[in-house]
């Protein structure tokens, strides 16, 4: 029976009063913070997950920025922007992107608001918040991604453009007051000084959980900038390198501290792509590599010069642009929206629309593949020279140890999950 404005009154005071208790009750604070804590953790989140999440948030602030600069001045993405930088200091992370910054909205023709780029800052912070939608060119959709930064701290501080502030309890943002150390690092290490920039600290973490965090992350970024939508360029600055001892052994190569993709392409009508793969194996610290881009996913192949190489076991045959958890061994990598729970550790047994997924891929890819046939018929010489071949290794040699590299690991096997994705998609691409 109270009126509207007496109401309302009396929810802003009791919505002030539970921000109080946020800042100002360190028991308050604890408390909230540790269900966040294991709210994460249920769905099979650790540290190492936290540089994949941040990166697949920078692609997509990229992706968005991109569509940004085409709407407003028919310009593509300044190359600036196609990096993701990890500063390593004593106790302290840092991950910096120059992607769309967080809550910006663009002009207002664009239609930012609409797209719900004036909330990302409330979707990074309440559970499961998230609208991305593949169809726009994103990969996140379990609002999940950012919240796994508490595993390891308990007040992450974000800086983008004029946003500046820390999140205490997991959940409330609060100003950043000494930010301009941050904001120095994000002008220092910017290629292009028109974009502004994000910058995510993670203070408190010690040296143990650095190397923890960023271990799988340094092994795998050479795939990650081949896989994600729009960063091309991953860069490890200060500290030392972050693999663990037994990672060394496996590769036996410490892995560079910048990872690029930069490819030719081979055939103009279809995206095929050769270029460096920063991947460590028994080749070195990299290797020729082919990646076949569709509209429903990638494959990549590392290529030597007998041709089809296959990846180290360690690296992940199926990806979501950043890497799943599933142990399959098969030699190359496919990247696609597949359906995947929400810590990316597992597939869905026979998911019916992953297997679609699969099958759409292979033919596309073969389409490809084909064309790169073709050309090799036409003349062998040049596609030969273009990937990076021995001068004696003659053209069907070469495309059998293509055929025997996408089969030999699942045929005549026990087929789990993943295995039987692959088997799909490879029929579809041979057929």
């Known amino acids: 029976g109270k009126d509207e404005s007496a109401q309302r009154d009396e929810l802003s005071k009791a919505v002030q009063a539970l921000a109080d208790c946020l800042v100002e009750d360190p028991d308050s604070q604890q408390r909230v913070l540790s269900a966040v804590k294991a709210k994460v953790s249920q769905f099979e989140y650790d540290c190492g997950a936290i540089p994949f999440e941040l990166f697949q948030n920078a692609d997509d602030a990229t992706v968005e920025l991109g569509q940004i600069a085409v709407h407003s001045r028919d310009e593509q993405l300044p190359p600036g922007a196609q990096r993701f930088v990890v500063e390593v200091s004593p106790d302290t992370l840092r991950f910096l992107h120059w992607g769309r910054p967080v809550n910006a909205r663009g002009p207002v023709e664009f239609g930012g608001e609409e797209r719900g780029f ?10 499961f918040e998230s609208d991305k939608e593949p169809s726009k060119g994103l990969t996140g959709k379990f609002g999940l991604g950012f919240k796994s930064v508490f595993l390891v701290c308990d007040r992450p501080r974000l800086l983008s453009d004029r946003l500046s502030l820390e999140i205490v309890a997991g959940i409330l943002p609060e100003s950043w007051p000494n930010a301009q150390e941050a904001r120095d690092a994000l002008n220092r290490l910017a290629e292009f000084h028109r974009l502004p920039g994000t910058l995510i600290e993670l203070p408190g973490v010690s040296d143990r959980q650095q190397a ?5 992350f340094q092994e795998l970024a ?7 939508q729009a960063i091309r360029s991953v860069e490890m600055v200060g500290g030392t390198n972050a693999l663990a001892e037994d990672s060394l052994q496996k590769s036996q190569a410490i892995l560079p501290r910048r990872f690029t993709w930069k490819p030719s392409v081979i055939c103009r009508c279809v995206e095929v792509e050769y270029g460096q793969l920063a991947v460590a194996g028994e080749w070195g610290t990299e290797t020729g590599a082919l990646c076949v881009r569709s509209e429903h996913g990638a494959l990549l192949m590392a290529l030597g010069p007998d041709g089809f ?5 360690r690296i992940p045959t199926l990806w979501v642009t950043a890497p799943t958890k599933e142990k399959a061994r098969l030699g190359f990598a496919l990247n ?16 019916r629309t992953n297997l679609d997924l699969a099958q759409n891929m292979g033919a596309e890819v073969g ?22 071949l021995a001068a004696d290794l003659t053209r069907d040699a070469f495309w059998r140890s293509i055929w025997l590299g996408l089969t030999e690991q699942w045929l005549g096997k026990h087929r789990d999950a993943v295995a039987a994705l692959a088997r799909e998609f490879v029929l579809a691409l041979l057929r």
């Open 222 to 228: 050479g795939v990650l900038v081949v896989f994600g």
């Open 118 to 127: 004036g909330r990302d800052l409330e979707k990074m912070l309440i559970l």
């Open 367 to 388: 389409e490809a593949l084909s064309e790169l046939f073709d050309r090799s018929r036409a003349d062998w010489g040049i596609v030969r020279r273009q990937l990076g």
């Open 212 to 216: 923890e965090l960023l271990g799988r």
């Open 309 to 313: 190489r296959a990846l180290p076991d």
């Open 336 to 351: 696609g929206r597949f359906a995947i729970d929400a810590g990316r550790t597992k597939l869905p047994g026979n998911d």
